[in-house]
């Protein structure tokens, strides 16, 4: 077993000191560092517009699809949706996806 030492000497990094066996109780990561598939939070990505949507071009919204999935589900969100189907679709997720609108 290699030990590390470190001598700051008069060096303060404005930390208040610790013991040398201080011990950490829980951890900040999960034990099982693999994604869960009993969970995975629901993110809603809005088509771009309402041309992509109605002739399905899915072509850029795939970058976004792709990047969501990574971590999470990836839910569509249609722009065609009334205030109220809107409401009851965003109550459904967990998180929603927003971006700046596409150049034209």
């Given at each position: 077993m290699v030990q590390w030492s470190l001598s700051l000497g008069s060096l303060s990094l404005g930390l208040p000191p610790s013991p040398p066996d201080a011990t950490i109780w829980c951890s900040m990561i999960p034990a099982n560092s693999q994604p869960s598939t009993?969970?995975?939070?629901?993110?809603g990505i809005p088509w771009r517009t309402s041309h992509e949507e109605v002739n399905r071009i899915t072509n850029k919204l795939q970058y976004y699809f792709a990047a969501v999935a990574a971590e999470?589900?990836?839910i569509h969100v249609s722009l065609q949706l009334s205030p109220n189907e809107l409401a009851a679709k965003i109550r459904d997720l967990d998180a929603s996806f927003s971006r700046a609108p596409p150049r034209t």
């Open positions: 009993t969970h995975r939070p629901r993110v999470a589900e990836p």
